[in-house]
């Protein structure tokens, strides 16, 4: 089978139901802090207003919801659905995070790993440009880039098991560059998912943008921002984890 025939991102569709045995939300408790930890730094104390744009199921959000006041916008209504049982408090739209307006500004935007879906320059400039438009000056932009051109080590493979009830979940995902010569790498994803019935198999694929850090913090001063960077270990995570933090100019 060519991987070509494999429908891109199911996960965020018909197979939205399986996001939380993916992705359990108690897991991003420890990377929820970090972000919490800058938005204090930045914001001070009180409760403020953040926005998140491709927001998914909410797991990193559901950590930041008990000190801030939420809007969200995913492109998938499958994930505001799913981002709705977890987060029922947080006003949610449907939107694209290159184009959206809200008509209102808010004390941070945070874009976490949906960011990874811009594949060109442009389609990430315009969601800095999104960010801004959202922001007064001196207001808070913060994503998490997660490859970098100069580091990009492919083809890696990654997999976890996660289990719910009767349900085990086991994915394998598999990163590799397909030589579009592009901006863009590609993900297989396999999710063996064991019930007492059997064991079902589900195929996914995921097409990501990956740019070099100086294209980073270029598209983000474009944007209006002036840029910082943060960097933590993470338990789980087998490579340094960074925080871009713009404050629009
Ligand atoms: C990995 S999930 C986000 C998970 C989220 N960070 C969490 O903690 O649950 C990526 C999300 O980005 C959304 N997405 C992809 N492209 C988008 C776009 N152009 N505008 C808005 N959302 C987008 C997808 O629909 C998906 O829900």
Redesign the pocket.
Known sequence: MDAKEIKQ?RI?SELSHL?RLI?P?EE?EEEAAHWCGVLRDKLGQGRHTIL???????????HLTFEFDAVA????EA?LKE?RKLNPGVELHL????S?RLGKKFAAVLI???I???LNEA?LLA?FKTAAAHLNPGGIFITSPERFVETLLLPSVEHATHLNGETQLTYVEYTYDPGRKDSTVETIMFYLIHRPGGLRIEKDRHVTGVFNRETWFRLMEEAGFSVEVRSYELKNWNRPYELFIGVLR
């Open positions: 991102g965020y996001i992705s939300p991003y998140e744009l491709g927001v998914g199921g909410g797991h990193n959000l559901s916008v995913d492109i998938s994930m981002c939107g694209d995070m290159r959206v976490h790993d949906a990874n879906y811009m389609d969601a």
